[in-house]
T-cell receptor, first 113, second 117 residues
């Protein structure tokens, strides 16, 4: 069975600081990995995804993530955050059959000035 | 890009009544749609997988008779919360994947905030 662990429930940072949101997964098969962002009372927006190929994946809004198979991790990074990046971030996994996503519990990123 | 429209965005209903939530894929066809439930400060919990033209597949612990899912066409799935109770109050989100698009990601609707009084 697949599962996702987001190690930090809340991450407070100052504007223009770098940030890393951690995600570890477990799966018995090959995986697809995703990061989604959710703003209050809204649905989810895809930030980036790893399907295959290069382990460094670049997404929207300046975010990137690195797939590390040996450490079963897919941490999300941004070198300089903005106030507008304040939101809930979810890491998710699915298998290659394209089934439903399994989500982590989310990390609340709070950016202050 | 692919758009999933969910309606209504907010609904308040009285205990004992039923509420229908619609999920439409606006510019693509989706043989499979997924329904999630999100509690405050919690992750998204998969409720069921909705397959066009067949019965939905429910996750363990989800009451089939309470959460009725109908996927009548390639662009529409509905979730009906029957005989709603205050504990059914939650944020419901649907998602869909394009048919025939290799490695297509899930596209999410904007969610429906259900409040049962």
């Amino acid at each position: 069975a697949q599962s996702v662990t987001q190690l930090d429930s809340q991450v407070p940072v100052f504007e223009e600081a770098p940030v890393e949101l951690r995600c570890n997964y477990s799966s018995s098969v090959s995986v697809y990995l995703f990061w989604y962002v959710q703003y209050p009372n809204q649905g989810l927006q895809l930030l980036l995804k790893y399907l295959s190929g290069s382990t460094l994946v670049k997404g929207i809004n300046g975010f990137e993530a690195e797939f590390n198979k040996s450490q079963t991790s897919f941490h999300l990074r941004k070198p300089s955050v903005h106030i507008s990046d304040t939101a809930e971030y979810f890491c998710a996994v699915s298998d290659q059959a394209g089934t439903a996503l399994i989500f982590g519990k989310g990390t609340t990123l709070s950016v202050s000035s | 890009g692919a758009v999933v429209s969910q309606h209504p965005s907010r609904v308040i209903c009285k205990s004992g009544t039923s509420v229908k939530i619609e999920c439409r894929s606006l510019d693509f066809q989706a043989t499979t749609m997924f329904w999630y439930r999100q509690f405050p400060k919690k992750s998204l919990m998969l409720m069921a997988t909705s397959n066009e033209g067949s019965k939905a597949t429910y996750e363990q612990g989800v009451e089939k008779d309470k959460f009725l899912i109908n996927h009548a066409s390639l662009t529409l799935s509905t979730l009906t919360v029957t005989s709603a109770h205050p504990e059914d109050s939650s944020f419901y989100i649907c998602s869909a994947r394009s048919v025939g698009v290799l490695n297509s990601p899930l596209h999410f609707g904007n969610g429906t905030r259900l409040t049962v009084t």
